[in-house]
């Protein structure tokens, strides 16, 4: 039986070429015709439903992954992020995921991916390079990171404080089936009292790669030179005790974590304040 015979015996229309004449008589169209014309309407609806089928849905991606990192089923994970994007121009839509899953609490999110599908419609991640670990020297405490497309370029934003500005920028291209590292855009070491390379702990470490920390370390280091050098003997072994002690307070009370700018910031305007105010003392003599 042939295809025409298939569609046509069971269609009861007769199709009429647009140009007959007007008192002619009127040709039907070859079955051939007839007969592609059909099976093109016929599967155009399956087409789009396959087309619809292949899309990355953010329910299939939250099962999927919370069967990889050993979760319950529910929850899903939380979506910071769910993106689409045809990379490849090939009219498949990649999804980019950031989300926490019941593996990180409330750390952040856990998840940075391009979620595609395979040949064999599973989804799977493409990998994305890692930048080497020296690229991550300025970042401290509770550092996370979004993952976006902007202007058709894989970015990733780091971020390790909200009173900080953005400390690093990642960007990719994609190379095949993997993400490979076409820029990287990182704040550098300021101009501190100290030398950063012999930073003695992370708090110090860190001041050097905030611009307005490393001010304020300057700042506080001039105000307290033009104390100490007016003071006796007594009262500047004194303040340099006082000094000492107001260094360790600041790194116990200030580690990096959330927030660390701010309160380091705070405690060195405070002593700042307090070293102005300082009651003045002058050598009494005999």
């Keep these: 039986m042939t ?4 569609i046509i015996d069971s269609v009861p229309l007769r199709f009429v ?26 599967a155009f609806p399956l087409f789009s439903i396959a087309q619809t089928e292949k899309q990355i849905r953010k329910e299939e991606v939250g099962a999927w992954l919370n069967q990889k990192h ?7 994970p939380y979506f910071w992020r769910f993106d689409s994007l045809d990379f490849k121009g090939d009219g498949n839509q990649e999804a980019i ?11 952040g999110p856990d998840v940075h991916s391009v979620v595609t599908r395979d040949r ?17 020297d300025n970042l401290f405490g509770n550092r996370n990171y979004d993952l976006a497309v902007l202007d058709g370029t894989l970015v990733a934003t780091f971020e390790d404080d909200l009173d900080r500005e953005t400390p690093l920028i990642i960007k990719y291209k994609l190379d095949g089936e993997k993400f490979v590292i076409l820029s990287i855009q990182k704040t550098g070491v300021f101009p501190t009292s100290y030398d950063c390379a012999k930073a003695a702990s992370e708090v110090e470490r860190a001041i050097c790669h905030v611009r307005s920390l490393a001010d304020l370390d300057v ?24 000094q000492k002690n107001w260094l360790r307070n ?3 009370e200030c580690a990096p974590y959330k927030g660390w700018v701010r309160c380091i910031s705070g405690m060195y305007q405070d002593r700042i304040a307090t070293l102005k105010n300082r009651p003045l003392v002058t050598t009494t003599r005999n």
């Design 3 to 6: 295809c025409a015979s298939l």
């Design 17 to 42: 070429q647009p140009d007959t004449p007007r008192f002619g008589r009127a040709r039907p169209l070859p079955r051939a015709f007839i007969c592609g014309l059909m099976i093109a309407l016929w």
């Design 70 to 76: 050993d979760c319950p089923a529910d929850p899903p």
């Design 97 to 107: 995921v950031v989300a926490s899953t019941c593996m990180t609490g409330t750390a």
């Design 120 to 136: 064999a419609g599973s989804l799977v991640e493409w990998e994305i390079a890692d930048a080497d670990p020296s690229t991550y």
């Design 219 to 242: 700042r506080l280091n001039t105000t307290y030179r033009s104390i100490v050098s007016t003071l006796p003997p007594v009262e500047r072994e004194k303040l340099k005790l006082e």
């Design 250 to 252: 600041r790194d116990r």
